[in-house]
C-alpha cells in the first residue's frame, strides 16, 4: 500500500495526466480480476467513445484486462465455461471456420501483408463475442450487459450533441462538412448512428423487463436522447437502417403491431423535433448529388472484382490493393480518387467480405448473424411457453437490433464492429437462460399435479 502511494505521488509530480490514467488502469485491473463480468461491462463505454483519447486508452487496456481475467477465471471455473461452449459448439465452430478461412486467404492473396495487417485484428471482437457468451450466466448479468449497452450509447449520444454546439455552422456544406452533424467521441457520425439505433431497439426490451416505474422513466428518456442524436448525425443510412428495424419488427412482434406503431412514432417524435429545430441536418438527408462520397464507384469496383473472384476471393483487405485496376471496367465514376487512389474500403459489410474471402467467407460470416438471430427467437418463444412475456419481448429486441446493425452493414464495414458482436453474443444467451428457465417450470408444474389431484378428490 505505501509502496502504491509512493508511486501515485511520483506519477502526479511528473504528469497528473499520467497519474489519472495509472489509477483509472489499477481499479479496472482490480474490476476485471476480482470479478470479469464488472471487468466486461466496464469497458464496453469505450466501444462507444473510442476515438477520443480516454476512449482508446480503455478499449485497449480494458480488452487485455478482460481477456486476462477471462483466463483465469476459466481455469478456476473450467465447468461453466466448458459447459456454455459445449452448449453452443456449432456456433463456436463457425466463428472458429471463419477465422481460420480468413488467415488461409493469405496463400493466395497479391499482398499478403495487407491479408495479415486485417487478420491480426479479427481476434478482438472474436474474443468479445466469446467473452459476453461464457461470462453472462444468469439473468441479472444479462440484463446488467445490456444496461451498459443503452447508457454506453446514451452516453455517446450526450457527448455528441454537447459537442456539436461548438461546432455547428450555418455556413459548412452539408455533403462534405462534419461541423454540422453528431459526432461526439465516436469518430463518425455514420458508425455512432448505427449503434444509437441499434441501442435504442434494446432499450425498448429493457423497459419491458422493468418493473419500477422510475426505471421505465428512465428507459424512456435514454430512448428520447438516443433517437435525437442519431437525427443529429445526419446519415441517411440511420434512416434506411431505422426502416429495415422497423420492418423486422412488424414481423417479429406481429402480435403486438399497435405498440410496434406506437413505439416507432415515440422515436420519430424526437427526431422530426430535430430537424426541426436543426435545419442543416435535414438539409443533409434531402440533398442528393454526392452518389454517396463515392460510395456507389466503390461498390461497382467491389462487385466487379466479386464476379472475377466468386469462390475465394483476393485475400483479406486485398480489395484496396486492385480495385484500381477495375477503374476503367466500370464506366463512368463520380469519385475517381476513391476508386483509384485512395485506400478506401467497401463501405458495404457484404461485399467487403465477398471480395475479400469469397463467397465461403461471407457465407461463413451469415452463418453466424443467422444463428445467433435464430437464438433470440427461439429464446422468445421458450420464454413465453413459461410465462416470461417480459425476457421474450427483451429476446424480440435483440433479434430486432441486430437487424437495425445488418442494414446499417450495407453502408459501413462493421464486419469487426464490437457492437455488432456484443448484440450476436446475447442471442446464444438468452437461449441458454431460456433452456434452463424451460424444465424448472416444467419441474414446478409436475410437483404441483399431484397436490392438486389430492385437494380436489378431498
Not at 431497439?201 to 436522447?225: D, E, K, Y
Not at 424444465?439 to 378428490?457: D, K
Request: hydrophobic share 60%.
Amino acid at each position: 500500500m505505501i509502496c502504491s502511494a509512493v508511486a501515485l505521488g511520483t506519477l502526479v509530480g511528473l504528469d497528473e495526466r499520467i497519474a489519472v490514467g495509472a489509477l483509472g488502469a489499477v481499479a479496472l485491473a482490480a474490476c476485471c480480476f476480482l470479478n470479469p463480468t464488472v471487468g466486461l461491462l466496464c469497458w464496453i463505454p469505450a466501444v462507444f467513445v473510442s476515438a477520443s483519447a480516454a476512449g482508446g486508452a480503455l478499449l485497449r487496456a480494458g480488452f487485455v484486462l478482460s481477456v486476462a481475467a477471462w483466463v483465469l477465471d476459466a481455469i478456476r471455473r473450467r465447468s461453466i465455461m466448458d459447459g456454455r461452449i459445449r452448449e453452443f459448439r456449432r456456433l463456436v465452430a463457425l466463428v472458429l471456420a471463419m477465422y481460420l478461412w480468413f488467415g488461409a486467404t493469405m496463400l493466395w492473396a497479391a499482398d499478403p501483408a495487407a491479408v495479415l495487417r486485417e487478420y491480426r485484428w479479427w481476434p478482438i471482437p472474436l474474443a468479445v463475442f466469446g467473452l459476453a457468451l461464457t461470462l453472462i450466466t444468469s439473468t441479472r448479468r444479462l440484463l446488467l450487459l445490456a444496461t451498459t449497452f443503452v447508457a454506453s450509447a446514451t452516453l455517446a449520444a450526450v457527448i455528441g450533441m454537447i459537442a456539436l454546439r461548438s461546432t455547428a455552422s450555418a455556413s459548412a456544406d452539408p455533403l462534405t462538412s462534419m461541423d454540422n452533424r453528431v459526432t461526439g467521441a465516436a469518430g463518425d457520425p455514420n458508425g455512432l448512428g448505427a449503434g444509437l439505433v441499434a441501442a435504442a431497439i434494446l432499450a425498448f426490451g429493457l423497459a419491458c423487463v422493468a418493473r419500477r416505474a422510475w426505471v421505465r422513466s428512465t428507459v424512456a428518456a435514454a430512448i428520447l436522447v438516443l433517437a435525437t442524436a442519431a437525427a443529429g448525425t445526419a446519415s441517411r443510412m440511420v434512416v434506411i437502417s431505422a426502416g429495415i428495424a422497423f420492418i423486422a419488427a412488424l414481423v417479429i412482434f406481429r402480435q403486438v403491431i399497435g405498440r410496434v406503431l406506437a413505439a416507432s412514432a415515440c422515436v420519430a417524435a424526437p427526431a422530426a423535433l430535430w430537424f426541426y429545430s436543426f435545419p442543416p441536418a435535414w438539409q443533409r438527408m434531402v440533398a442528393s448529388g454526392d452518389g454517396g462520397s463515392g460510395r456507389e464507384d466503390l461498390w461497382r469496383a467491389a462487385v466487379q472484382l466479386t464476379l472475377e473472384n466468386p469462390i475465394v476471393g483476393l485475400g483479406l483487405d486485398n480489395f484496396q490493393v486492385h480495385k484500381a485496376s477495375v477503374a476503367l471496367k466500370i464506366g463512368e465514376v463520380q469519385s475517381a480518387s476513391a476508386v483509384a487512389e485512395r485506400p478506401y474500403v467497401a463501405h458495404n459489410t457484404y461485399l467487403q467480405l465477398w471480395v475479400d474471402s469469397g463467397v465461403i467467407g461471407l457465407g461463413l460470416f451469415l452463418a453466424i448473424i443467422v444463428s445467433c438471430i435464430w437464438c433470440s427467437l427461439r429464446a422468445a418463444r421458450l420464454f413465453a411457453t413459461v410465462g416470461r412475456r417480459d425476457l421474450a419481448a427483451l429476446s424480440r429486441s435483440v433479434a430486432v437490433a441486430v437487424v437495425s446493425m445488418l442494414g446499417s452493414a450495407a453502408f459501413l464495414n462493421l464486419g469487426r464492429d464490437f457492437r455488432l458482436w456484443i448484440l450476436l453474443a446475447i442471442g446464444p444467451i438468452l437461449l441458454s437462460l431460456a433452456r434452463l428457465e424451460t424444465p424448472r417450470q416444467s419441474g414446478e408444474q409436475a410437483e404441483m399435479a399431484p397436490v392438486t389431484g389430492s385437494c380436489a378428490a378431498s
